[in-house]
């Protein structure tokens, strides 16, 4: 068996990475891809790597030069690599494919060491690497039959969503036998360059092949391996986090706060969701009005302000509509003065935007990082604070203060001149019918109390970016908005907030489902021999590491090992020096099952 790589084209997408280099030597993680691809190649008995060349081909050849002792390396080159594709490049080589069996890869990918080897000891003679579709994906996508044979090819024109469950997208690695080359696929493949010309796509004459004829194609899915398939920058980024170390692949993936979902097969058990709500119902409305939202401008920050004071059923001029709550902190804390009271640990976005020495920390002497009201008021009687923020529930810690003691809170400050914060994102999943402070009767008795709360965490909706600020202290509110973007909502946030009403009741549901999949969740990690996990009124765990891993430890092995993301918590202040906490988010019933199955596995 023989191998044909295909590694001719300009790689303009890459832009200053491939100024003056050919795509398959930009480097991922400090190696070549070409580098990477042929220390995979070496390890199998092949009779030659042929290397088809064209941009920069001449500095591919001095690079490759001896550096692979023992490897047969031919090159073939596609002189006009300007003006052609990829079905030219393997074009010029269909002498070599006459020769033997083949390796077909593209020199632009990524993969694990098991891909390769499970294409090369597959028995079957004629194979196409496949992935199950995902969203980051691109480009040429199969259909298969119940035996695993290709029925049809489908190119990006004829890409239908609706059947996105079928869709298994091609890794550009294939195996052809020199019989199924030299009879069926390289006749097809003069035909179609005579036809329609050499800039195209060599997997189009495959597509035509299943549309004519049974091939006998099989496909093989790679599963969950690792692979990617380099176009752009942000592609080069991504690859850099699949295929790095796991410490490195942790700091990248922390760092770049969010996105998860064009990482194959992550569980992301660190950012907080509602996997109960939107209902499938809700998405539908959404998806029927697509066009009409992509196209339009949304309304400003006068209308979204009705949406949001609709949503919560307060007055519009008590509210701000964020582009998440996110927004609404960074202005609200930059319009503060004096100093901030605080509990910690918490959710640090608030003191995070203040100047240390101007925050003043209470620390729950207790090992659950439990308090109350009392607690707080008794901490801060003779502290010198101008605002005082609550997180309720608490994150991580999940504590929560009932209503009924809230509000001896904020009548509190209010009798010393202090404004209170109350961010209450998680609140809908304590137990309980009305925990929300977010009534006109609560808020005009107290025009020094501020409520936040994004709509991303308890509502399942942090692609819209929606959150809102709360106060009926309308000169505040009034300089808030000014400090926003008057377009800092986009069209499918604000038709969301305006469907919200029919929807509520399912809402109301979801959090009663949550609620229950969180009792069941803190049964099975409370089951967890090194783990001792903190009761939540939130969709989260707070668990302190007793044994066998640190939480850095601990979370390093469940990314490398199970493709599963936690936070670690030990950095946050407040908890004591070496102490070892994680937060787990709640997730759908499933999801939980891998988490737990994943915990007891190691």
């Known amino acids: 068996m023989q191998a044909i790589i295909l590694a001719a084209g300009l790689g303009r997408r890459l832009g200053e990475f491939t100024a003056g280099n050919t795509k398959c030597m930009v480097p991922v993680n400090g190696e070549l891809l070409i580098e990477r691809m042929l220390t995979q190649l070496q390890r199998l008995p092949l009779s030659r790597i042929v290397i088809v060349i064209g941009y920069e081909g001449a500095k591919l050849r001095d690079y490759i030069g001896e550096r692979f002792p023992g490897l047969n390396v031919e090159y073939v080159e596609n002189s006009i690599y300007d003006r052609t594709n990829n079905i030219y490049s393997l074009w010029l080589a269909r002498d070599v494919m006459q020769d033997d069996d083949t390796l077909l890869l593209e020199s632009d990918i990524i993969v694990d060491d098991a891909v390769i080897d499970m294409v090369y000891a597959s028995e079957h003679p004629d194979v196409a690497l496949v992935a199950p579709y995902e969203?980051?994906?691109?480009?040429?996508?199969?259909?298969?039959?119940?035996?695993?044979?290709?029925?049809?090819?489908?190119?990006?024109?004829?890409?239908?969503?609706?059947?996105?469950?079928?869709?298994?997208?091609?890794?550009?690695?294939?195996?052809?036998?020199?019989?199924?080359?030299?009879?069926?696929?390289?006749?097809?493949?003069?035909?179609?360059?005579?036809?329609?010309?050499?800039?195209?796509?060599?997997?189009?004459?495959?597509?035509?092949?299943?549309?004519?004829?049974?091939a006998g194609i099989k496909a093989?899915?790679?599963?969950?391996?690792?692979?990617?398939?380099?176009?752009?920058?942000?592609?080069?980024?991504?690859?850099?986090?699949?295929?790095?170390?796991v410490d490195s692949r942790l700091e990248k993936l922390q760092h770049s706060y969010g996105g998860y979902w064009r990482y194959p097969g992550l569980k992301d058990f660190c950012y907080l969701v509602n996997p109960y709500f939107p209902t499938g119902k809700m998405i539908d409305e959404m998806k029927s009005n697509f066009d009409v939202l992509l196209r339009n401008y949304p309304s400003g920050m006068g209308v979204n302000s009705l949406l949001g004071a609709k949503y919560f059923g307060v007055r519009h001029d008590y509210v701000v509509t964020g582009n998440g709550a996110a927004e609404l902190i960074k202005a609200l804390m930059e319009h503060s003065e004096g100093r901030l009271g605080v509990t910690a640990p918490t959710f640090e976005e608030y003191p995070n935007r203040m100047d240390k020495d101007a925050v003043e920390v209470f620390v729950p002497d207790n090992d659950d990082f439990h308090y109350t009201a009392d607690d707080l008021m008794a901490y801060f009687a003779d502290k010198p604070i101008s605002t005082l923020l609550v997180i309720n529930p608490d994150n991580p810690s999940?504590?929560?203060?009932?209503?009924?003691?809230?509000?001896?809170?904020?009548?509190?400050?209010?009798?010393?001149?202090?404004?209170?914060?109350?961010?209450?994102?998680?609140?809908?999943?304590?137990?309980?019918?009305?925990?929300?402070?977010?009534?006109?009767?609560?808020?005009?008795?107290?025009?020094?109390?501020?409520?936040?709360?994004?709509?991303?965490?308890?509502?399942?909706?942090?692609?819209?970016?929606?959150?809102?600020?709360?106060?009926?202290?309308?000169?505040?509110?009034?300089?808030?908005?000014?400090?926003?973007?008057?377009?800092?909502?986009?069209?499918?946030?604000?038709?969301?907030?305006?469907?919200?009403?029919?929807?509520?009741?399912?809402?109301?549901?979801?959090c009663r489902k949550i609620r229950k999949v969180r009792d069941t969740l803190f049964d099975e990690l409370s089951a967890i021999g090194y783990l001792r996990v903190i009761p939540s009124a939130a969709n989260y765990f707070l668990c302190e590491v007793t044994s066998r891993f640190s939480a850095a430890e601990l979370t390093r092995v469940l990314l490398d090992r199970c493709n599963i993301l936690i936070k670690d918590c030990s950095g946050k202040r407040g908890f004591p020096p070496g102490a070892q906490f994680i937060r787990i988010a709640v997730r759908d019933s499933a999801d939980n099952r891998v988490l737990i199955d994943a915990l007891k596995s190691l």
């Open 220 to 245: 093989l899915s790679i599963g969950k391996l690792p692979w990617y398939e380099i176009d752009d920058v942000q592609d080069l980024r991504i690859a850099e986090t699949i295929f790095a170390d």
């Open 398 to 510: 999940g504590n929560f203060i009932p209503r009924h003691d809230l509000m001896r809170l904020v009548e509190w400050t209010r009798s010393r001149g202090v404004r209170l914060v109350v961010d209450e994102s998680f609140v809908d999943f304590a137990e309980g019918d009305d925990n929300t402070l977010l009534h006109n009767f609560v808020l005009e008795r107290a025009p020094h109390l501020v409520v936040v709360k994004s709509i991303s965490k308890s509502y399942g909706v942090p692609g819209l970016r929606l959150g809102v600020l709360v106060s009926s202290d309308v000169e505040m509110v009034r300089r808030l908005r000014s400090a926003c973007a008057i377009w800092n909502i986009n069209s499918f946030g604000e038709y969301y907030m305006q469907i919200y009403g029919k929807y509520e009741k399912t809402y109301e549901e979801a």
């Open 135 to 214: 969203p980051w994906m691109d480009g040429t996508m199969v259909c298969l039959d119940d035996d695993d044979n290709i029925i049809s090819f489908i190119p990006k024109k004829a890409f239908d969503y609706n059947d996105i469950d079928r869709y298994y997208k091609t890794v550009n690695i294939y195996k052809f036998s020199r019989d199924f080359a030299s009879r069926c696929y390289l006749p097809f493949l003069e035909a179609y360059i005579k036809a329609l010309g050499d800039n195209e796509y060599y997997e189009q004459v495959l597509r035509v092949i299943t549309l004519v004829d049974t």
